[in-house]
């Protein structure tokens, strides 16, 4: 290298975690610096690096799903994180599920016996002036968040993100919730998914016990609702919202939503149930089950009642309660490029969900890119800006590109995807799908051979 050798991370979640490893395995010495255990979040549970702070889920495998084909392109440029989840799989039919704890102590391990990282447990609270890349995730401290603030001269964006609750799997009644995958996908004959059943008078006691329980009134800090957001209204993140929330929106919210029963029978009655909610398994112990898609900010003793009402769950017993926090993310738009170069510094990078990039996926994916592309601009090589057909390209479009006004956190998704070229022929969704994620690996393969 003919510049500094050295690059400062801030933020050892996934974005930094894999953007260190990234960085360091191409000889560049890195100093990441992850402020926890000294100064905790609020969310996150331990010290160790890339905790998974909601759900324990990846997302899809499936080669014809956004998720799955994320996580495709990003095998291609050798993703570690990826590898480390895949060596702390539990069984998740079709997805990608891991047992949050080993995973990671695995990533931890792995970055804390890596010759060319240094973990410094400090708080960062100025923006270092060497080349740096901010992984600092969406509960960036306050201090750090002044010091973005000032350097970026905008105001920062803000939603609300939830936690859904954990049980243990001996207290859930297995004579009335039962195994099942949706379609019967899944490795085990039996099903991946613990799953309760609602008959229609049941989803309506539980809807009308979930409309009117008490919920956890919001800290102050985190009612602040900077310029250009309503004022009193909370910015949810549809992606992620309180159950209580999505069943305001109408009767059938919660049935066509999250406890959607589509592909699901109920081996007591052989049909399907009005209502279900799923549980996935989230350690490798199997003894801990998660709400899936039923994140909450009710009141700890209103969780117990209602959740309660479930079929199967009648004395179920908690090991997590959920709760909801607000994030923080930039307005990406205004200030960032695709290459995730901040406007006006070239060595300045940023990665994770403070881009606005949503899923734990997509945070590891802006952090893989973020890594080689700090090294390239070290080392003053053309730096990685993904084809738009692929959907890591097609996310950095995206957060780059978006009007400010509607900008909100994005997942993978075909929709940020060009459209195919027309061929005359009408074809399905999934075929549509298969052809679009066909069409990305063809090109980032070919983008890769010439960059």
């Known amino acids: 290298m003919k510049s500094l050798k050295t690059i400062t991370i801030i933020g050892g979640g996934l974005a930094g975690s894999e953007a260190a490893w990234q960085a360091a395995e191409k000889g560049v010495r890195i100093k990441l610096y992850e402020m926890r255990p000294k100064k905790e979040t609020g969310a996150h549970q331990s010290g160790n690096l890339a905790e998974l702070v909601c759900s324990n889920s990846l997302g899809s495998n499936l080669p014809d799903r956004a998720s799955g084909l994320l996580k495709n392109e990003m095998r291609r440029m050798g993703s570690i994180l990826l590898s480390c989840a895949e060596k702390t799989a539990v069984p998740a039919g ?12 695995f990533v931890t391990n792995k970055l804390e016996n890596h010759p060319n990282i240094e973990i410094i447990r400090e708080e960062i609270i100025k923006i ?13 401290s306050e201090k750090l968040s002044k010091a973005i603030a000032t ?19 001996d207290s859930i009644n297995m004579e009335i919730a039962f195994r099942a995958s949706r379609y019967g996908r899944g490795e085990e004959s039996e099903g991946d998914y613990i799953n309760c059943p609602f008959t229609k008078e049941e989803y309506d006691n539980f809807l009308q016990a979930l409309l009117e329980a008490e919920r956890i009134k919001l800290k102050s800090f985190e ?7 309503k004022a009193g209204a909370h910015n949810y993140f549809e992606g992620c919202l309180p159950a209580e929330i999505i069943a305001e929106r109408g009767e059938k919210s919660l049935a066509f939503g999250p406890l959607r029963p589509v592909g699901l029978t109920d081996p007591r009655t052989e049909k399907r149930p009005y209502a279900v909610l799923q549980l996935r398994q989230d350690n490798l112990a199997g003894d801990l089950y998660n709400l899936v898609g039923f994140q909450t900010n ?37 200030l960032l490029r695709p290459t995730l170069q901040f406007h006006n510094r070239d060595d300045l990078l940023f990665a994770g969900q403070i881009t606005g990039v949503e899923g734990y996926i997509g945070n590891v994916a802006t952090g893989l890119l973020a890594g080689q592309n700090i090294v ?13 057909t692929t959907m890591l390209g097609a996310l950095t479009q995206y957060i780059t590109h978006a009007t400010l006004k509607d900008f909100q956190p994005m997942k993978a998704n075909f929709g940020i995807l060009p459209p195919l070229e027309q061929s005359g022929k009408k074809i399905g969704k999934r075929e549509r799908a298969a052809l679009r994620a066909e069409r ?3 090109d980032l393969d070919d983008y890769l051979k010439v960059i």
Do not use: C, W
């Not at 270092?128 to 960036?140: D, F, K, N, Q, R």
């Open 94 to 105: 079709g997805a990608l599920a891991v047992d949050r704890e080993k995973f990671a102590e």
């Open 128 to 140: 270092p002036t060497e080349p740096t890349i901010i992984a600092s995730g969406p509960l960036t």
């Open 151 to 169: 350097l970026t001269g905008k105001e920062h964006l803000y939603f609300f993100d939830a936690l859904a609750p954990i049980v243990y799997h």
């Open 223 to 229: 009612l602040q609702i900077e310029k250009g957001v």
């Open 298 to 334: 009710l009141k700890f003793s209103e969780q117990e009642r209602v959740f309660r009402m479930i079929p199967g769950l009648e004395k179920v017993k908690f090991a997590r309660f959920g709760q909801m926090h607000r994030n923080t993310f930039i307005a990406s738009p205004l």
């Open 376 to 388: 390239r601009i070290l080392n003053q090589t053309p730096l990685l800006q993904l084809p738009e």
């Open 440 to 442: 990305a690996i063809s």
